[in-house]
């Protein structure tokens, strides 16, 4: 019998990371990826406590070597385990000023996050994917989702940075779901279109409404929701946003 | 207390619609239009017999007139009840010819069913789906999905009948989602990108293999998720195709 | 020899379709359509008083006889002529407001003139184009070019039945674009975006700058600039607007 | 009075690169970048003999350093001029093979070249330009264009790296197309959709019946076109193909 198939997801913080751990912690162990292990710590004894399974993993998702140890470790723990779902989650290069005074190294930010850690994670992820998708056992086609944002389709002044970074995200989604959608492999690019709701966030977001705001625990059911569906109905992309969002 | 809510579909036929009028059936009555009764009669029964309630009516969605009484014998049969649901599976205008042999009629017979049928269609269903948005023991949000194709956003050759009223139908749903958002209606469009898995269809997707054929199943079931989301995470617009689809 | 070929230009006002019709007239003998003859006696005149040739003819795009009848009458007065050029400047069905209060005629007003009338006047228009294309001394391929807006890609709140008609124009350029293509025609959209600088209009763009509004000379000069594009480098698609126009 | 403004065109090889620098040369001295001077130097030659200026400049897009050493040398070589255009038409990154052998290396060549080298140029070009828009005596708005491919639009499986970094450079361009328009300068996208006939290219290319290949002139000539534009006309992207290209 094959081990129990594992969820990755790689950019946990408070908002989305974690609910989407939540979520995908029902029905898999998790594994959750960030640079510190404040970002994991709370949230993986707090899943262990509620009688999930959950591993912090400290990782650079832009540093090859440091997914390359991250993801032997994962292998350590859960030795054999395929993945029956892979979240990528990180996004960086969020600049937001007149472009002659974007640094190279801000405007750097937003390549080694958002594109360099989507195609390293992704190559470290898909083998494991792969191995889901021929596990006749397995009881939803494994699933790649990406975080995107309305950055990635819509560039607006002052934004080149965030812009170009989830655009390419967002090609780097959309090919992938062409390569491997027919090895069954399901790849979906998700454009989180608004602010998120994130406990403990202390800025202009604090004091909108909460209807303004897209609850991370709505995003998690819609993750969920694509993890579901069956080889005969993939979604390859969808948009999120409140009811009152302008767009 | 309000009258238990209904769903509403427009375009019953074997495939999408009638997967859609059972999943949705779990949980609300269903009216089933179509233009022959030969199309709900045995859903209908079928639905009914398994301790579902459904309704058939025969209505075309390209006449005002015809709409308006159907909407009056819903007002009927229920009473005061909102609606939770309400799903515009209606499409005309497939013509796969060169553009110089299409006739004004074969061009008019898109924009009857996809577009006008859309428009009055929407118009009969909003007053039902804006009441549910302010009914407080509504389990959902109010749902108003329109069945769309890759002609939606894919104008190919010889095509023009087809993808003109499908744009269109999109340009449609997006106003809607914009306009009836804040007011509580969820609105989106599904991109259908494929061949569908018919039963009793008998042309060149019959032979197709299974897994190259969209389940009508699983397209109710995404409608579903669209339909069991929250305020606080819309989606509008979503795509669905099997894994081996080129796109 | 063949005779001089024309261009022909349907829906011509004050704005676009007069500087079109002005800078094609610097080539080509131009046919002036439009429903009213107070429309373009004045234009015709003037063209015909600076050298040019201009014949203007009243007809209706949404109505296929009416156009018909124009396009015999084309074949009249240049007879056995092909066209060099064919540009769509018609629309209708700008209303914005509440979609609960359109009215059936209202939104069929999109339908008959944004698209029947492309569909209508690309029928009589083609086999015209087609002949200028297999013209040993054509100068340039034919051009057919269709006006849009902004609504053609962007479906906005209480906008469904100008972005409909809108988007469904798109769809019917772009497909034409795909089948004509190969056979010589050079068919093309244009994305106007934004308010046009139209002599005499009196309401709110009156008073706007003028460098908000976007100059219909330099729209014509756009549209032949495409005209005179090689088959070895059509453009298909372009968007129009000042430069502080946002978007 | 000002000093002549000059044109500066990055990633000139024997195709697009010479054929608009060969365009722009007819009104302006043209700067033209590349790594190697073999790029440029029978180039710079052919336009000097037939009475234009070029000055060739050995640069690496990918390097600030070596960027801001090619800007210093240009504004030695004409002391306080501005620039009427920048064409930006350098790319990186075409790998087409499987994702999962996709190295790091590779995958970073698309950013390199098409996203950083585009970020650096623009922030080297863009007060030149900025400086044209300010010179009473510009004959048209300043102007940066990036040539861009299909691959900016539609990301296909085994392309995730030109894919990516195409959609970064489009945002890229859009973005600045917005922020830089109402400061008077032109940003233009150009999808070149389609094999060029590049003379001297010894592939597959080679033996494609002429038609099927984009004629570099005829780019260079749509360029122009955008240069020519009006503030109050910007066309801000366009697609180049061939009239019997598929899309």
């Keep these: 019998m094959a081990p129990r198939p594992i969820a990755i997801i790689a950019g946990v913080g408070p908002g989305t990371g974690a609910s989407v751990a939540r979520r995908f912690a029902k029905a898999y162990p998790v594994i959750l990826l960030a640079r510190g292990t404040d970002k994991f710590e709370k949230l993986a004894q707090e899943i262990n406590d509620a009688g999930g399974k959950a591993v912090g993993i400290s990782a650079d998702v832009s540093s090859a070597e440091s997914l390359t140890s991250a993801f032997k470790q994962i292998e350590k723990e859960f030795p054999g385990a395929s ?19 974007v640094t190279e190294d801000e405007f750097r930010g937003g390549w080694e996050v958002s594109q360099k850690g989507a195609f390293l994670f992704s190559q470290q992820a898909l083998p494991l994917l792969l191995a889901h998708a021929k596990d006749p056992s397995a009881t939803h086609p494994p699933t790649l989702i990406f975080t995107g944002a309305t950055a990635g389709v819509k560039a607006n002044a002052r934004m080149a940075t965030f812009a170009s970074s989830n655009f390419a995200k967002r090609a780097i989604a959309i090919s992938l779901a062409k ?31 909460a209807e ?7 995003i998690a059911e819609a993750y969920w929701g694509l993890h579901a569906q069956s080889r005969r109905a993939f979604t390859n992309e969808i948009d999120i946003r409140t009811s009152v969002e302008k767009w």
């Design 83 to 101: 993945a029956a779902a892979a979240v990528f989650n990180a996004a960086g290069g969020f600049v937001r000023k007149p472009f002659l005074e």
């Design 212 to 218: 303004q705001k897209i609850d991370p625990d709505d």
């Design 179 to 209: 390569e491997f959608g027919p090895e069954g492999v399901h790849v979906a690019w998700a454009n989180i279109d608004g602010p998120i709701d994130i406990p403990g966030r202390d800025d202009y977001r604090k004091h909108l409404p």
